[in-house]
Nanobody, 123 residues
Framework: QVQLVESGGVSVQAGGSLRPSCSRS????????MAWFRQSSGKKREGVAA???????TYADYVRRRFTISKDDAKDTLDLQMNSLTPEDTAMYYC?????????????????WGQGTQVTVSS
């Protein structure tokens, strides 16, 4: 069983940076595809960035060139470097793990989800 715990979500001003992280426990030593999703108040959950088992990355158009996803399978961590934040980035951010080779943002492929970390960007 894989458990995911996010951390690092705080309140920042527009233009600032954050680096939330996701720690994984269980099934250590395995390589997963992982992703960050987010959900704003009143909106559907959406994909932000994904990194596949072969470290291929996928980004949503609205974060490309601002966010960078990375993972360290040896340390069982997943990070999301977020730069040039805007109020539209305010959301609960979730990490997720998948056994699929290239799930990208296809939610049914993800079998484990964290509880989320809140990111709030003020103008």
């Amino acid at each position: 069983q894989v458990q995911l715990v996010e951390s690092g979500g705080v309140s920042v001003q527009a233009g600032g940076s954050l680096r939330p992280s996701c720690s994984r426990s269980g099934c250590t030593g395995n390589t997963f595809s992982m992703a960050w999703f987010r959900q704003s108040s009143g909106k559907k959950r959406e994909g932000v960035a994904a990194i596949d088992r072969d470290v291929t990355t996928t980004y949503a158009d609205y974060v490309r060139r601002r966010f960078t996803i990375s993972k360290d399978d040896a340390k069982d961590t997943l990070d999301l470097q977020m730069n040039s934040l805007t109020p539209e980035d305010t959301a609960m951010y979730y990490c997720a793990a998948s056994w699929s080779w290239r799930p990208r943002f296809f939610e049914p492929d993800y079998f484990s989800w964290g509880q989320g970390t809140q990111v709030t960007v003020s103008s």
